[in-house]
């Protein structure tokens, strides 16, 4: 068997080279990372291991002795710079050269950055990585204001834990409510609550002007006049996928780097999987990118099983989860273009879902404090899509 090269050390990366050798593909494998770590977990990033709660060791996939005991080269602090298709090899940044049979690209995301003015002060930071998460804590352990910008799940998270450590936490999002691009108002009005009642200071509809501060970050000021005091800020305001590689190499790329069902790109010994990927789902009849564990593991299996010889049609029921002080948000399907909601139990009990209905389908569901309902939605979801149970099948 040719030999299989990955890129990318992350989620959907290492469950590719170990769904491959569970296939039963004995050829040579390798996994390249340009991070120091083996194989790790984000979500815990901006929830346990930002508390303190857990160490690094606890966010790795596999234990280190599992790459060499599956014939895994697992490659670490070592970046992949070019492709050159034509005589099918790889670049890395250290000078060397991979060949290879297939490729798998499994670069990830970067966390996206918002080019404000001051936002070069020291004090302005991102959150995607341990090393950044370490930065984040040895500064958050010296200052007492945190702000952060974008009131997603990543800056809401991170201002939960922030305000347990103790610290004045400011959320300033543009929108007019939190989670606004994922959750409905309901949804929305819940966690604007929650946040507010811990002490969050959270300025929604806001605009920012500028960074202040002479040398280090000292605060942000808003457009209204108003300026939010803060020694860090922290920019959480969504990811951009790592798609230079592909674009690079002259594959289909647009905003993702596009694959086919079998995870494959327009080159066909070329694979992407994970966030870096975009992919049309039959299910949502449309284009779609991920940024979800459930993905990134479930497209490296197809990619896999597709590089093993089967045949297979990636087109996920997507699901999602979010912890905030304790709360547990559980997604379960894509609720974008839904036309109406069911709001069930409630929202003051801290215990309540919300069924999302589009054309008088039931496309989606929120559910806060309520796995079982998450876990039945997941199935129900699916199992209404499936085409021999419609009723003109
Ligand atoms: P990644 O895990 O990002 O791995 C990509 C790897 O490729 C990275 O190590 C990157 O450095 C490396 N790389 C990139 N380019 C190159 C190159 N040229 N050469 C070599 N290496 C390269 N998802 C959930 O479902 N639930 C959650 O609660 C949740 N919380 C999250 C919290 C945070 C703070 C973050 C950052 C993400 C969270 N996610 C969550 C998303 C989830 O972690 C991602 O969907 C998942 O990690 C995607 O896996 P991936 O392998 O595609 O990308």
Redesign the pocket.
């Known amino acids: 068997q040719e030999e299989v090269v990955i890129?990318?050390?992350?989620?959907?990366?290492?469950q590719a080279a170990q769904s491959l050798r569970q296939g039963g593909f004995e050829g040579p494998l390798r996994l390249?990372?340009?991070?120091p770590h083996p194989p790790y977990?984000?979500?815990p990033?901006?929830?346990k291991y930002l508390a303190g709660d857990i160490g690094s060791e606890a966010l790795w996939l596999r234990p280190p002795a599992f790459f060499s005991t599956n014939a895994i080269d697992f490659i670490p602090n070592?970046?992949?710079?070019a492709i050159d298709r034509s005589k099918k090899r790889l670049q890395l940044e250290n000078g060397d050269t991979l060949s290879y049979g297939k490729l798998i690209l499994?670069?990830?995301?970067n966390?996206r950055w918002l080019p404000l003015p001051g936002a070069d002060k020291p004090g302005v930071v991102t959150?995607?990585?341990i090393s950044d998460v370490d930065a984040i804590r040895a500064k958050l352990s010296e200052c007492s204001a945190l702000a952060i910008i974008g009131a997603g799940?990543?800056g809401l998270?991170v201002a939960a834990v922030a305000k347990s450590m103790g610290k004045r936490v400011t959320v300033i999002e543009a929108q007019d409510r939190p989670m606004k691009r994922v959750v409905s108002t309901p949804v929305s009005d819940f966690f604007t609550k929650l946040h507010q009642n811990n002490g969050i200071d959270l300025k929604l509809n806001a605009s920012i002007e500028t960074l202040e501060g002479d040398g280090h970050v000292t605060g942000v000021r808003l457009a209204d006049g108003e300026t939010v005091p803060a020694e860090l800020v922290l920019i959480a305001v969504g990811?951009i996928p790592?798609d230079d590689?592909a674009h690079g190499a002259g594959l289909d790329v647009d905003n993702g780097v596009l694959v086919d069902g079998a995870g494959q790109t327009s080159d066909p010994y070329i694979y992407a999987?994970?966030?870096?990927t975009r992919f049309y789902s039959t299910r949502y009849e449309r284009s779609i990118r991920?940024?979800?564990?459930?993905?990134?593991i479930d497209q490296a299996k197809a990619v896999a099983q597709s590089i093993l010889g089967a045949d297979v049609d990636y087109d996920p029921l997507p699901w999602?989860?979010?912890?905030q002080y304790d709360i547990k948000l559980q997604i379960a399907g894509l609720s974008e273009g839904y036309d109406d909601t069911i709001v069930v139990g409630e929202p003051d009990d801290n215990k309540f879902y919300v069924a999302y209905l589009k054309a008088g389908q039931l496309i989606a569901v929120d559910s806060i404090n309520a796995p079982r309902s998450h876990m039945m939605a997941r199935r129900v979801i699916g199992e209404l899509w499936r085409d021999d149970l419609l009723p003109d099948a």
Request: glycine letters at 12%.
């Open positions: 890129v990318g050390a992350g989620q959907a990366g290492a390249i990372g340009d991070e977990q984000r979500p990033l901006s929830k070592t970046r992949a710079t499994a670069t990830g995301t966390a959150l995607r990585s799940y990543i998270e990811a790592n590689l999987v994970g966030d870096c991920m940024e979800s564990v459930q993905n990134a999602f989860w979010s912890d």
